[in-house]
Every structure is written in C-alpha cells, then in structure tokens.
C-alpha cells in the first residue's frame, strides 16, 4: 500500500505541475497572430479545452513592444504599422531594423534618432545572406526597395525643432545625392526625363512640410514602395498621420537603376556621402548579421 500511495502521489504532483506550467505559459507574451482561425476541442472524459490555430502570421515580437536608444534614451516601436498610408499596398506591419542618433558634428549634439522598418517577410532571406558573407548596406535596402519591399525611415526628435529645419536637410540630402548621380561613376541613370522629374517632386517635397515644429518624440516617417508600374512612392507621415505623398516617373526595369527623389533620400541613410550616421548604418548592419532589436 505503501508503494501504490506513492505512485499515486507522484501522479497527482505531476499533474498539478502540468496545471501550473500551462497557466503560466498562457499569461506570457507571445509574438501576435495577424489571422488565427480558432476551433475549441474537448478532450474526451477530461472535459479540458484546448486552442489550435492554422497558419497563422507570427510576428517576431509583440506589436507594443519598445526599443530604447541608448545614446538618446528615445524609445521607438518594434513595428511601424503603416497600413493607413497610401502606398503599403501589403498592408503588413514593418519590422525596426535598426537605430541610432544623427549627430551635429562640431557640437556635437543629438538631432534625432533614425530608425529602418522593413516588411518582416522580406528580413529572414536578408540575414541569411549577410550572415554567410559581407553584403553592403545600402545594396541589400536597394535590393529590398526595386523588388517592392516597403522600407521606411522613422525619425524621432532629440530635442524640438522647426519641420523646415528638416525639411532643408533632405532637400541638401537629396541635391548631394543627385549630383553624385551625374558623374559618370555612379550607378543610377540620370537622364533628361530623371532630371524633369526631380525638379518636379522637389517642389512636391517641400510643399508636404506644414510650418510648425515637431517636439521630442514624436515622429516623421518617411515610408517608400515601388509599385507594379515601377514607379517609386514616398508617404511623409508626421505622428502617424500622412501629409503627402511624392510620385516618381517610371523607373528603369533593366539595366542601371533610375535615380528618384523617394529611393534615393531613403537609401542616403545607408551611405557615406553625405555621411548621416555612422552609428545608424552599424546598427543596421549588426542586427542583419544578428538577432533583430
């Protein structure tokens, strides 16, 4: 009798520890299902209900989730939800890639943290290839851009400042970046047709910047897609709202790819000239190689 009541024991505390585990298990954070069709299944003379879903979307952390910047202490989302702009036609959530502070150089001060959000399905393939071998930054967001990957760019204010303030810095972004292109180097067409268009979205660009200023903390994204029609797409959303959008002409299906305002102010972020931030590009670059923020 000894032994049965021991055994017994031994049952009723496994079972209660299996009790315990799946209590826990259930009040933990899990990565959010996008879609999840649930049936109940009652498990015969034990009366237990147990939840399955199919194919569900898994995101790689929870929606609410937060980031901090270590050199600002800014924090940002893990996910950009941009399914109200205009241009993400995947309607998919965008995934932080990577942060860090654009500084002032000779005072050496903070103006604002950068952060790159990508559509999640596109980042697995990307750290694959980065962890087998040295692919350059701004070449794999070029990639994610001409095959239709919705990037964006969030900037958070150190500290407060005028919108034209910024507005003004990516217009010099831009113009640095065009000339560049009109060297026989480069690797962007810039034709006749390029230049046109340029001249027209700058217009554009500048005109979606109302005059006020954006506070620390609050946002500025600028969202970029490449349509069926090959043409390149910018939404400018201050605090989650869209002001505006700028439109390129159709872009080059072979060949060198054509210089625009929208992909070449988001691919700027990724390379030296004008130099943004080193700190950004790193973080970009180590998360790829790595485990994402």
């Known amino acids: 009798m000894s ?67 270590t050199k600002s202490s800014l924090p940002m989302h893990a996910y950009l ?91 010099r972004t831009i113009n640095t970046r065009a000339k560049d292109a009109r060297t026989p180097e480069n690797v962007y067409q810039m034709t006749d047709e390029a230049e046109e268009m340029l001249a027209h979205n700058l217009r554009d660009f500048k005109g979606l910047f109302p005059r006020s200023k954006i506070s620390r903390g609050q946002t500025l994204d600028l969202i970029v897609q490449r349509d069926a029609s090959s043409m390149y797409m910018l939404s400018l959303q201050i605090n989650g709202k869209e002001v505006g959008t700028v439109k390129s002409g159709p872009t080059a299906r072979q060949g060198l790819p054509t210089f625009t305002l929208p992909s070449a102010l988001l691919l700027a972020y990724f390379g030296e000239r004008p130099d943004i931030s080193a700190v950004f590009r790193a973080s970009v670059q180590a998360h790829l190689q790595a485990t994402l923020p």
């Open 81 to 171: 939800q941009a399914d109200e702009t205009s241009i993400n036609t995947h309607g998919k959530p965008l995934r932080l890639v990577g942060m860090g502070v654009r500084t002032v150089t000779f005072l050496n001060m903070y103006v604002y943290v950068a952060g790159l959000y990508v559509e999640e399905d596109a980042l697995p393939a990307a750290q694959a290839q980065c962890k087998m071998g040295e692919v350059p930054l701004e070449e794999q967001v070029r990639s994610w851009l001409e095959s239709g990957v919705t990037c964006a760019i969030r900037v958070v204010p150190v500290r407060a400042t005028d919108l034209n303030h910024l507005r003004d810095g990516f217009v």
């Open 3 to 69: 032994l049965l009541r021991s055994i017994r024991a031994i049952r009723g505390t496994q079972s209660r520890s299996s009790r315990l585990g799946s209590r826990f298990l259930s009040t933990r954070p899990v990565a959010m299902h996008t879609r999840a069709w649930v049936w109940p299944t009652v498990a015969l003379g034990l009366g237990v209900a147990a939840w399955m879903t199919t194919s569900p979307l898994v995101l790689e952390a929870p929606m609410d989730r937060m980031v901090t910047e």
